[in-house]
């Protein structure tokens, strides 16, 4: 009986142990990783997605979480390197987080995807560029939200011949990398299935800054629109040359973290260009709704100009991931949460032109996209019709 007593007693006092803890990892915050090029080439391309997104979180945590908890985001500087991203990837999922989101430019996407599939570890790509990994049929642990290139070069064939329906000749620029030239081969393309006779792609290295000889094999070829798929201090290089070059024509800016204010800057007043920007995400003084209004007052609390899409894009992201975690029972580890990520289907409250929406079948969803027009009087970009929508297997809707 005294035996008995004694394990009895011991049962309670390991109960008594156990109940604070279990009360604690119920307590415990949600924690995520995110990469982000910070320091590196792609930093002005790629921080104001994170910084958004931040700007969610914290917003998020004020009004007390979810589900009773915060959320934690683990951040590493990868600099846009292969090297710095993988051991990045290793260290957050021994800290334990239950998603890694972000990623650097697209050459760190595809080793980033694959070493996380064998870590079992849901990587989401962030605003604004993804690669097809992210796209049908699924890879288990992949998924994108922000501007998937091939798709992105899609509707850049389709808004060249929307704003030039009679032109004949076309020109792409893009980073000696393969995220970038599969975007702009897309783009030509496209744009050659509907009624383009001529397209020619051109490339330059990741760390271009002098794009003189480039803008002048582009006047040499004198095309009816010039498109680009680069990062935002490129553009900033190329645009000025381009405007005082002989070459009068459309320059259609793919934003890919690009933002308003750096093409405004870069367009010199005599400049004789017309000048479009499109992306997924609203831009500038565009949209209405909840969530474009939440956005709106957090960059104004955080002295942020409201200028950038990709700030829309990074809300977005923690609207999209804020949803998963709602349905995520428990410790919400990562196979639960990339299970819940499959359940996503959310109005993006006026950030973009769809919902923003995970399926099992499909970790990337049907995307909407607007075009922009510079105006020089006003020096605005303003909307040119409505939401061009496109589904995941690149097909453009009606």
């Not at 007593?5 to 995110?34: E, F, N, S, T, W």
């Not at 929307?162 to 893009?174: F, H, I, M, S």
Request: net charge neutral; hydrophobic share 45%.
């Amino acid at each position: 009986m005294q035996i008995k007593h004694h394990i009895a007693a011991a049962l309670i006092g390991l109960a008594q142990i156990a109940a604070p803890v279990a009360a604690h990892a119920a307590d415990a915050p949600y924690k995520l990783g995110y990469l982000v090029d910070a320091s590196g080439p792609q930093s002005t391309t790629l921080k104001p997605t994170f910084d958004a997104f931040q700007l969610y979180v914290a917003q998020l945590n004020r009004s007390g979480g979810i589900n009773g908890r915060q959320v934690e985001v683990v951040t590493r500087d990868i600099q846009s390197d292969t090297s710095r991203s993988l051991n990045a990837l290793e260290q957050l999922k021994g800290e334990g987080v239950s998603a890694v989101l972000g990623l650097g430019a697209t050459n760190t996407h595809a080793p980033v995807y694959a070493a996380a599939q064998r870590l079992g570890l849901p990587v989401i790509a962030a605003n604004p560029i993804n690669i097809p990994v992210v796209l049908p049929p699924v890879k288990p642990y992949a998924f994108g939200l922000g501007q998937e290139l091939s798709l992105a070069g899609i509707v850049g064939g389709h808004f060249a011949h929307q704003v030039r329906p009679q032109g004949k000749t076309l020109a792409c620029v893009a980073f000696e990398v393969p995220g970038s030239i599969l975007s702009c081969n897309k783009l030509l393309a496209q744009a050659k299935a509907e009624g383009y006779q001529h397209a020619e792609l051109y490339t330059v290295p990741i760390g271009q800054r002098d794009f003189r000889p480039v803008v002048d094999k582009l006047a040499a070829l004198a095309p009816d629109v010039i498109a680009d798929c680069l990062g935002r201090e490129h553009v900033a290089a190329l645009l000025p040359v381009l405007a005082s070059s002989a070459w009068h024509g459309v320059f259609l800016s793919m934003d890919t973290g690009i933002g308003e204010k750096t093409l405004i800057d870069a367009i010199p007043a005599t400049a004789k260009l017309e000048v479009y920007s499109y992306t997924r995400f609203v831009s500038g003084g565009d949209g209405t709704g909840p969530q474009v209004e939440a956005l709106r007052a957090a960059l104004k609390a955080a002295n942020l100009p409201d200028n950038d899409a990709s700030y829309a894009g990074g809300w977005a992201l923690g609207l999209a991931v804020g949803a998963a975690l709602r349905q995520c029972a428990g410790a919400c580890g990562p196979d639960a949460l990339r299970s819940a990520l499959e359940h996503v289907d959310i109005d993006s409250g006026g950030l973009t032109g769809a919902h923003i929406t995970f399926t099992s079948q499909d970790h990337y969803g049907p995307s909407a996209w607007r075009l922009y027009r510079y105006d020089a009087s006003s020096k605005r970009f303003t909307p040119v019709g409505g939401w061009l929508r496109i589904g995941s297997d690149g097909k453009l809707a009606a």
